[in-house]
């Protein structure tokens, strides 16, 4: 009965490869985002989804690209992966300001 | 550009000792202000919520606001080996959707 989950946990791929990370929230809220924690474990958001509406695209290559097919669901898309794209990539939840995090999908690029 | 100041430490503690952790934000029209703990490998956790000038006491824990200041800190009272963590501040700069800008976090270190 986890509120917030992600899948995979562990992403091995090559450079150049295509690949996507789906989560989902049990929570009933409205809102959903994606985190990217880098080696050095600074978090930053990079999207944030509003009952399937797209809110917040910060700063963040169009070799990304989150889908939201439901209000439950926001999945994330890389193409043409690269080295710097090795992170660990959080999806969250949110009602009343308060965010819940997934277990994180550790994302390794060789 | 929205950024959050924390010293990233290591901040070490006695057990038993209280814990001090501090954060300020650029942002003025901050509103929410939130203190994740986060152990190594696992993902954040919220500890403490605050969105009114002054302290919030959840057990041991007592978050302190200063929007004058821009200033939020965390105090952890009678400290456990357990809490030795990465603890993260957070704040949101508006309602609704709006993400939130993390600190790059104080790694904490509390002594047996």
């Known amino acids: 009965d986890t509120a917030v989950s992600q899948t995979p946990k562990y992403l091995v791929t090559q450079m150049g490869n295509d690949k996507s990370i789906k989560c989902e929230q049990n929570?009933?809220?409205?809102?959903m985002y994606w985190y990217k924690q880098d080696s050095k474990k600074f978090l930053k958001i990079m999207f944030s989804y509003n009952n399937k509406e797209l809110i917040i695209n910060e700063t963040v290559p169009n070799r990304f690209s989150p889908k939201s097919p439901d209000k439950a669901h926001l999945n994330l898309h890389i193409n043409s992966l690269e080295l710097g794209d090795s992170a660990v990539y959080f999806c969250?939840?949110?009602?009343?300001?308060?965010?819940?995090f997934g277990a994180g999908t550790r994302l390794s690029v060789l | 550009q929205k950024e959050v100041e924390q010293n990233s430490g290591p901040l070490s503690v006695p057990e038993g000792a209280i814990a001090s952790l501090n954060c300020t934000y650029s942002?003025?029209?901050?509103?929410?202000f939130f203190w994740y703990r986060q152990y190594s490998g696992k993902s954040p956790e919220l500890i403490m919520s605050i969105y009114s000038n002054g302290d919030k006491e959840d057990g041991r824990f007592t978050a302190q606001l200063n929007k004058a200041s821009q200033y939020v800190s965390l105090l952890i009272r009678d400290s456990q080996p357990s809490d030795s963590a990465t603890y993260l501040c957070?704040?949101?700069?508006?309602?609704?959707?709006?993400?939130?800008?993390f600190g790059k976090g104080t790694h904490l270190i509390i002594q047996p």
């Open positions: 942002d003025r029209g901050s509103q929410s």
């Open positions: 929570l009933g809220h409205d809102t």
């Open positions: 957070a704040v949101n700069s508006g309602g609704g959707a709006d993400g939130l800008t």
């Open positions: 969250a939840s949110s009602q009343n300001n308060i965010q819940y």
